[in-house]
């Protein structure tokens, strides 16, 4: 049996054309098209585990992925062919040797999403792929209070997709700690006022969270809804009482943290 040694890689790539980021029979997936060109490269089976399971659509930029892989692999060269496999849809940013404990999922304390609305009447074909087109005004900083509200620890039922317990478990908790939220325009020069990009920070997110966040600030922008109703909107834990969920077009993991403890460990 050959010797291994743990690696972590961070990855980007562009969601559009998978089923989303977790492994799945049958369907094309970022992992499983990812953990083929590793075991290619290496010629050794593998098995990898991702810091976040992106939905179908959804992009990445800092998913960071960790495993096991021989202990003679050449990291530089590993990144190279993996890339010249995968590229464009997929890239491995870096690769580096990690301590035998680090777990991409489990060491992580933190995870940075963002996402962007593109804010104009007209649609914008170049970013139709990686931003939500909301054509009607949105007022930011009613925006910005509504999501303000939201920072802290919560139960988060509201704005989740409730998971089917185990069987003989309690339903698993949806309290989470929101770290950040906050939206900005991000257009400058290049795109003007229109381009909106919503920045959230938590200790951890569950399914659907940031899009049904994002879905019901628009709704808010909009004036579909008040900043001002918000907090009795995650108070009710009810799913019907947040906003739609937003396209998964528009959301990007953007980065994951691996400082401090995490807060529930």
Same mark, same amino acid.
Request: hydrophobic share 40%; aromatic share 8%; net charge neutral.
């Given at each position: 049996?050959?010797?291994?040694?743990?690696v +972590?890689?961070?990855?980007? %790539?562009?969601?559009?054309? *998978?089923?989303?980021?977790?492994?799945?029979?049958?369907?094309r997936?970022?992992?499983?098209?990812?953990?083929r060109?590793?075991? &290619?490269?290496? +010629?050794?089976?593998?098995?990898?585990t991702?810091?976040?399971?992106?939905?179908?659509?959804?992009h990445?930029?800092?998913?960071v992925?960790?495993?096991?892989l021989p202990?003679d692999?050449?990291?530089?060269?590993l990144?190279?062919?993996?890339?010249?496999?995968?590229?464009?849809d997929?890239?491995?940013?870096?690769a580096?040797?990690?301590?035998?404990?680090f777990?991409?999922?489990?060491s992580? &304390?933190?995870?940075?999403y963002? %996402?962007?609305?593109?804010?104009?009447?007209?649609p914008?074909?170049?970013?139709?792929?990686?931003?939500?087109?909301?054509?009607?005004?949105l007022?930011?900083?009613?925006?910005?209070?509504?999501?303000? =509200?939201?920072?802290?620890?919560?139960?988060?039922?509201? *704005?989740?997709?409730?998971p089917?317990?185990?069987? #003989?478990l309690p339903?698993? =908790?949806?309290?989470?700690?929101?770290? &950040?939220?906050?939206?900005?325009?991000?257009g400058?020069?290049e795109?003007?006022?229109?381009l909106?990009? *919503?920045?959230?920070t938590a200790?951890?997110?569950?399914?659907?969270?940031?899009r049904?966040?994002?879905?019901?600030?628009v709704?808010?922008?909009?004036?579909?809804?008040?900043?001002?109703?918000?907090?009795?909107?995650?108070?009710?834990? #009810?799913?019907n009482a947040?906003?739609?969920?937003?396209?998964?077009?528009?959301?990007?993991?953007?980065s994951?943290? %691996?400082s401090g403890?995490?807060?529930?460990?």
């Open positions: 049996m050959s010797l291994t040694r743990a +972590r890689l961070i990855v980007a %790539y562009d969601g559009t054309d *998978f089923r989303g980021f977790a492994e799945n029979d049958g369907v997936t970022v992992m499983g098209d990812l953990r060109a590793v075991e &290619t490269v290496v +010629r050794a089976p593998v098995e990898l991702g810091a976040g399971r992106t939905d179908a659509g959804v990445g930029w800092g998913q992925v960790s495993g096991e202990i692999t050449d990291l530089r060269r990144v190279r062919s993996v890339n010249g496999i995968c590229g464009p997929i890239s491995v940013r870096s580096d040797w990690v301590a035998a404990d777990s991409a999922r489990f992580a &304390t933190a995870r940075t963002r %996402y962007q609305v593109w804010n104009e009447p007209a914008n074909p170049l970013l139709a792929r990686w931003a939500w087109h909301v054509p009607g005004p007022d930011l900083a009613a925006m910005n209070r509504a999501a303000e =509200s939201m920072i802290g620890e919560h139960d988060f039922s509201s *704005f989740c997709r409730r089917r317990p185990a069987e #003989d339903a698993p =908790s949806l309290v989470r700690r929101l770290r &950040t939220a906050h939206w900005e325009q991000v400058g020069d795109w003007g006022p229109g909106l990009r *919503f920045e959230i200790s951890s997110f569950c399914h659907q969270m940031v049904s966040i994002v879905g019901t600030l709704e808010v922008g909009l004036s579909r809804r008040s900043a001002d109703s918000v907090p009795g909107t995650l108070a009710a834990r #009810d799913r947040a906003g739609q969920v937003a396209p998964p077009n528009g959301l990007v993991l953007f994951v943290d %691996y403890v995490r807060w529930d460990a």
